[in-house]
């Protein structure tokens, strides 16, 4: 079984609706992170959470909301979709290394299409 | 802000050795990690530095220069299994969050 797993795998919404992507994780981890993949823009931050009770913006989270329901479950709200909303998403944990740096742990990723 | 530049596109043979270069702007810089995703699939961690110089690990080894801020990644006897692309990504802020760059594909041919 995956260690970081994402749900749905793929989903196809309509412009205004909301929608949640759901992120479970078996990996004992404290630290969650949600990003969104575009084609050339490489991977970008959306939120992260430290703890239970540590949420934190990242680089793009206008349009977005998150919960941390607990240690394991972090999901990515849309409140109200839109196109640009078309995208690649990512759940990932993190841990530190042995040579000290921050390893993050992605799950499959949610491919989500707004009509 | 951040910025990181890798080479959008880099082809090699199978066998042969190529090296995928990244150069950063950043503050608050704690390490750089190089993370591979092929085509549909999740990013997967290789490696991280954080001092001068260079760490090998199998057919892989990446390099880190702080005061040019630069690195690379130097992938040996090229297969086939390694054709993806490859991110390079800044550690900062404490240590905890990743800036990604855009990503270099490798098509590895025959």
């Known amino acids: 079984d995956a260690d970081v797993t994402q749900t749905p795998r793929n989903r196809i919404t309509k412009t205004g609706k909301r929608i949640m992507l759901e992120c479970s994780q078996t990996?004992?981890?404290?630290?969650m992170y949600w990003y969104r993949q575009d084609p050339g823009l490489g991977l970008r931050l959306i939120y992260y959470?430290?703890?239970?009770?540590?949420?934190n913006k990242g680089e793009i989270s206008d349009g977005y909301s998150v919960s941390r329901q607990a240690q394991a479950k972090f999901s990515l709200s849309l409140e109200s979709a839109i196109p640009n909303q078309t995208a690649l998403y990512f759940c990932?944990?993190?841990?530190?290394?042995?040579?000290?740096?921050?390893?993050?742990?992605f799950g499959a990723g949610t491919r989500l299409s707004v009509l | 802000g951040q910025s990181l530049e890798q080479p959008s596109e880099v082809t090699a043979v199978e066998g042969a050795i190529v090296q995928i270069n990244c150069t950063y702007q950043?503050?608050?810089?704690?390490?750089l990690s190089w993370y591979q995703q092929h085509d549909g699939g999740a990013p997967t961690f290789l490696s991280y530095?954080?001092?001068?110089g260079l760490e090998e690990t199998g057919r892989f080894s990446s390099f880190l220069s702080r005061s040019d801020s630069y690195g690379y990644l130097l992938l040996q006897e090229l297969q086939m299994k390694d054709s993806a692309s490859y991110f390079c990504?800044?550690?900062?802020?404490?240590?905890?969050?990743?800036?990604f760059g855009t990503g270099t594909q490798l098509k590895v041919e025959l």
């Open positions: 990504a800044v550690l900062r802020g404490g240590g905890n969050k990743l800036t």
């Open positions: 990996k004992g981890h404290d630290r």
């Open positions: 990932a944990t993190s841990a530190v290394g042995e040579g000290g740096g921050d390893i993050q742990y």
């Open positions: 950043t503050s608050g810089f704690y390490g």
């Open positions: 530095n954080a001092l001068d």
């Open positions: 959470s430290f703890d239970v009770k540590d949420i």
